[in-house]
């Protein structure tokens, strides 16, 4: 049973790639007209875990754009639906309730790289059924305009800039 005076811990995972005609973009998993991450709730399974933040951040990488996510300096390539972390740190975003001011949820985020274009969306293990209705790769030049959850953005744009930083973008 949860404790509903603590905020909700989740993770995830910014998982960006050089596209040959947009410059570098970050994956994004589209819901009606606002777009999210794959992330999801820390569970019980993940504490037993080294890294239940890392562990989670993995699996919700998996379930929900069907992309494995392997360990700093792995090899990429075009055609395997795998990211590599780009750092071992990771990012809080906090969602406030404009009601209250309260924290009700924490989402730690990890960035990763891919060469992969490919990524598909996977229906909820538990019951079948899909959480978003695509992937779509969002340039860049367009995160800060586009429809991503407010309070998530600030930890796409920490992503991005190690993306920048590491690849000279």
């Known amino acids: 049973m949860s404790d509903k005076t603590q905020p909700e811990t989740s993770a995830g995972v910014v998982v960006m790639r050089l596209d040959p005609k947009k410059g570098p973009c970050v994956l994004a998993l589209r819901i009606g007209k606002r777009f999210d991450l794959p992330k999801g709730h820390v569970e019980e399974a993940h504490t037993r875990m080294g890294d239940p933040i890392l562990a989670c951040a993995a699996d919700e ?16 390539n075009s055609t395997t639906q795998i990211a590599a972390l780009l750092t071992d740190q990771n990012f809080t ?13 924490n989402v730690f985020l990890y960035a990763a790289e891919t060469q992969c ?13 899909l959480e978003h ?15 991503i959850h407010p309070y998530l953005k600030p930890g796409v744009l920490w992503a991005m800039s190690i993306f920048q930083e590491a690849h000279g973008v």
Request: hydrophobic residues 40%.
């Open 61 to 76: 990488l998996d379930q929900e754009a069907d992309i494995t996510l392997l360990p700093i300096g792995s090899s990429l």
């Open 93 to 105: 975003c906090s969602n406030i309730s404009p009601k209250t001011g309260a924290v009700k949820k």
């Open 117 to 129: 274009a490919r990524a598909r969306i996977k229906p909820n293990p538990d019951n079948g059924i």
């Open 133 to 147: 209705d695509e992937v779509i790769w969002i340039p860049f030049s367009r995160v800060e305009i586009s429809a």
